[in-house]
């Protein structure tokens, strides 16, 4: 075995070996053929006697520096039906190299005892070399590059599938080029469709650019494409979904690379070719503070997450690693979720899975917490964990608040005792005017922990948000089922609207916020334009590439707690900008601490009697509603001018 193994390694070095030969000799004589044909042109095909001794005495001395030199910049290394930029480079640069070195020898030949004969061609010859032997060997490669790619055998072609690249930009030219170079893609690009007139008649890669993008059904249909590549990472998610419906109404199917932000190399390829998602369809600009603070934050802490199995936490738990803390330990009460989060974790960045502790707890164990807290002494705590789903607390208010509100206040005490710098708390919009024990439960967690900041050197800051895409329990993933099951697609409401944020935009945006966070300061973060619920569901069933008239939407009634649109600010709140365009400081009015404290035992107690727990949040926060309503709030009371530009449906 070890013989044959020898024998092929043998054999490999040896063709190696004669590849290069056989490129050292071609070069030679491109080198001397130019050499020649540069005198020849020089004095118009009729070489005085005087310089033809010159030729012939440095034909030796050009050739073979020539030769050095493209030793050293590679010119018999590479494989020339791969040429590309790279590789004129490196032609360009050793050819000139060589060239220099040829006027510099014409100069101080002399000087070193070389004959001038040797080194003392006419400086013209030198520049007319330099031309001919760059076009000779660019042009040599590009012909084999050109010839490859023309006569390579054609794997039944009438089984290609013809698309259409959406944007006629630098990411649709690397799509097309390496969907020509792969041939066993099965794909044939038969144009580019783009909105700038300007690209319009113009060829790329010999492929016709066309537009604009709303006729993109007359085009596909000349075209005959069968499918569409949206090559446009820049666009935004309005953008975008208007694309989409254009797309799917001339009954074509398509497929997407992803936004810029999430780009790795900063390259395209045909591999990153994916379904649209529901998050392509949030895509905003993404806008980092300068100086990059929330590294300088997060490197060499000690960290803690709560909730970390969750969609938010474990996501938190991810980009907080990146930054390089001392350690990350990791809560969460859910055995396969922190089983699926360490997996997460072990998967992106191996190199830290030392640096991390998964820990199976319930926050509500207030001495399993403490003893965790005064073990691993967190630096900076981030409070994710809590009850989500706004029917389950409706049926369960004294879980939610006993989870949602009492843990928060007692963690935070916690971690305040035993030296915690920062306390980060994830909040939700739903806490603006709430309607909702989940939203209550929210609401008063805040001015709890407000309280605790009075009292302490901790800094806590508090970071409101909307819905997560895709996070457990939240309506994306429902609808997905729904449409997998053939519908219908149930929507609480016509005219529901809610805030949808990307996971990875709104965790950067939080850990931006707590570089922000001073002491007891509530941030809000800007969610973008609230969203339709049977938008999303109508864009949800396109991405399917269903129509509504294959699954249809029905509509349920709003359930118990639920608002018709989310506010972004509570009544008597002020509004303060930061140096985050999309982050603002909230401030709201907040009672005094024996007031707190009175109402926070009284909340101690209504979690112990059944039916208590509503009209003790109502004490403290006027604008929950103390009795649990008879049905669902169709339209619920808020003020207007509270609420976001168009939420308010007409009569």
């Not at 035992?601 to 009697?609: K, S, Y």
Request: with cysteine; hydrophobic share 45%; net charge neutral.
């Amino acid at each position: 075995m070890k013989e044959d193994q020898s024998l092929f390694e043998t054999l490999l070095y040896r063709l190696v070996a004669a590849r290069v030969a056989i490129l050292f000799i071609f070069h030679a004589v491109v080198f001397a053929a130019a050499y020649a044909f540069s005198y020849l042109l020089r004095f118009e095909f009729a070489i005085p006697p005087e310089f033809l001794a010159t030729f012939k005495s440095s034909l030796l001395v050009v050739v073979g520096l020539q030769l050095l030199v493209g030793v050293f910049f590679g010119f018999y290394r590479g494989w020339w039906r791969y040429v590309g930029m790279g590789d004129v480079v490196r032609l360009v640069f050793g050819l000139s190299t060589a060239a220099m070195l040829l006027v510099g020898l014409w100069y101080v030949g002399a000087i070193f005892g070389i004959h001038e004969r040797f080194v003392r061609s006419p400086r013209g010859v030198i520049m007319i070399d330099w031309a001919f032997s760059l076009l000779a060997l660019f042009g040599t490669r590009v012909l084999i590059r050109l010839g490859r790619d023309r006569f390579r055998p054609q794997e039944m072609p009438e089984l290609h599938k013809r698309v259409l690249i959406v944007g006629a930009g630098d990411a649709g030219e690397t799509l097309a080029r390496e969907i020509e170079h792969r041939p066993q893609l099965g794909m044939k690009v038969v144009g580019f469709v783009d909105d700038h007139r300007a690209k319009w008649g113009a060829h790329i890669r010999g492929i016709k650019v066309t537009g604009p993008i709303s006729s993109i059904g007359p085009i596909a249909d000349s075209a005959g494409a069968d499918e569409v590549l949206l090559a446009i990472p820049s666009a935004s998610g309005s953008r975008l979904r208007e694309i989409i419906r254009r797309v799917s109404e001339a009954d074509l199917t398509f497929k997407t690379i992803p936004g810029i932000d999430h780009f790795v190399s900063g390259k395209v390829h045909v591999s990153q070719l994916r379904p649209v998602n529901i998050e392509d369809l949030m895509r905003r600009k993404r806008i980092e503070l300068p100086g990059d603070p929330v590294r300088q934050l997060f490197k060499g802490k000690r960290v803690l997450v709560t909730g970390a199995g969750g969609t938010v936490g474990s996501e938190l738990s991810s980009q907080i690693l990146h930054f390089e803390p001392e350690n990350l330990v990791l809560i969460e009460r859910s055995e396969y979720a922190l089983y699926e989060v360490r997996k997460r974790l072990g998967r992106e960045l191996p190199w830290a899975s030392s640096r991390i502790s998964c820990n199976l707890l319930d926050v509500c164990d207030r001495a399993v917490m403490e003893g965790l807290v005064e073990r691993e002494k967190p630096q900076i705590v981030v409070h994710a964990a809590a009850h989500k789903h706004v029917p389950l607390g409706e049926e369960n208010p004294e879980e939610y608040v006993r989870n949602n509100t009492l843990a928060t206040r007692s963690f935070a005490e916690i971690c305040a005792k035993h030296g915690a710098d920062r306390f980060v708390f994830i909040s939700t919009d739903k806490a603006i005017n709430p309607t909702s024990v989940m939203g209550a439960s929210k609401r008063a967690a805040e001015m709890l922990l407000l309280d605790v900041a009075r009292e302490c050197d901790m800094k806590v800051t508090i970071v409101r948000f909307g819905n997560v895409i895709g996070s457990s329990g939240s309506v994306i993933p429902l609808f997905m089922e729904q449409i997998e099951a053939g519908g219908p697609v149930t929507v609480t409401h016509p005219e529901v609207t809610r805030y949808f944020i990307r996971t990875s935009e709104a965790i950067s945006l939080v850990l931006q916020a707590a570089t922000l966070g001073n002491d007891g300061q509530i941030f809000m973060l800007d969610m973008g334009e609230p969203v339709k619920i049977v938008d999303l569901a109508r864009d949800l069933i396109r991405l399917s590439n269903h129509t509504v008239d294959e699954i249809p939407i029905t509509f349920t009634g709003l359930r118990q707690g639920e608002k018709l649109f989310e506010e972004i600010r509570m009544s008597g709140e002020s509004v303060h900008a930061t140096m985050h365009p999309q982050i603002v400081i909230t401030a709201a009015p907040q009672p005094d601490s024996p007031e707190i404290q009175r109402w926070f035992h009284q909340l101690v107690r209504a979690c112990d009697e059944s039916g208590s727990v509503r009209p003790v949040l109502n004490s403290l926060i006027p604008e929950y509603p103390a009795e649990t309503p008879a049905g669902p709030l169709e339209r619920p009371l808020v003020n207007p001018t509270l609420a976001p530009a168009g939420a308010i449906p007409t009569a």
